[in-house]
């Protein structure tokens, strides 16, 4: 089955540390990998994508994310945590067009 | 520039009525969507249309029917409301990958609760 899988349900790092957010999606042709942010009450924003190319694509906000092939992962990365970046990570997998797949969700608290 | 509307944003439903949710964009994007959002599931696609006239079903169709009135506008019926369908529902729009977009757009979305 395609999927993807967010393995932690939530991620506690301090204000100032480096972030990491885990997102592994399954073997099934070449796929277009995303990252999106939720806030509270509100839908989902975009934060990042890998469709072909440097496997580290930047996106906003200082987030980064590797798409590395072997392990089959994207896991999105921050050098620099703010407490502003406490919010509901989801990533998503696409290998048809127009069919997407997204996890089940990290919740990230960044703590001062 | 609105990008995605959705309305309503709140609705409360007796087991067996009917209801269309109704989303619209501006952003003159082929590709729109519904998606509802269940705790510790993440989104789930319920539909998709990636052109005007065209509608897909996704992973979990079942009990809802869509429409595409024409690019702006794709809504989403239910016909026979059921506690189930409690949820968070979203709308979103896309580029095609060809033109270099695909990230997708979303709505604020409709908290719809079904007693």
């Known amino acids: 089955a395609q999927s993807v899988a967010q393995p932690e349900d939530q991620v506690n790092v301090a204000e100032g540390n480096p972030l990491t957010v885990k997102c592994t999606y399954s073997v099934s042709g070449n796929p277009y990998l995303f990252w999106y942010v939720q806030y509270p009450n509100r839908g989902l924003q975009f934060l990042l994508k890998y469709i072909t190319g440097d496997n580290l694509v930047k996106g906003s906000y200082g987030f980064e994310a590797e798409f590395n092939k072997s392990q089959t992962s994207f896991h999105l990365k921050k050098p620099s945590a703010l407490v502003s970046d406490s919010a509901l990570y989801f990533c998503a997998v696409s290998y048809n067009f127009n069919k997407f797949y997204f996890g089940s969700g990290t919740k990230l608290n960044v703590k001062p | 520039n609105a990008g995605v509307t959705q309305t309503p944003k709140f609705q409360v439903l007796k087991t067996g009525q009917s209801m269309t949710l109704q989303c619209a964009q501006d952003m003159n994007h082929n590709s729109m969507y519904w998606y509802r959002q269940d705790p510790g599931m993440g989104l789930r696609l319920i539909y998709y249309s990636a052109s005007e006239g065209t509608t897909d079903k996704g992973e979990v169709p079942n009990g809802y029917n869509v429409s595409r009135l024409n690019k702006r506008e794709f809504s989403l019926r239910l016909e026979s409301a059921a506690p189930s369908q409690t949820s968070v529902y979203f709308c979103?729009?896309?580029?095609?990958?060809?033109?270099?977009?695909?990230?997708?757009?979303f709505g604020p979305g409709t908290r719809l609760t079904v007693t």
């Open positions: 979103a729009s896309s580029e095609d990958p060809w033109d270099g977009g695909y990230e997708q757009y």
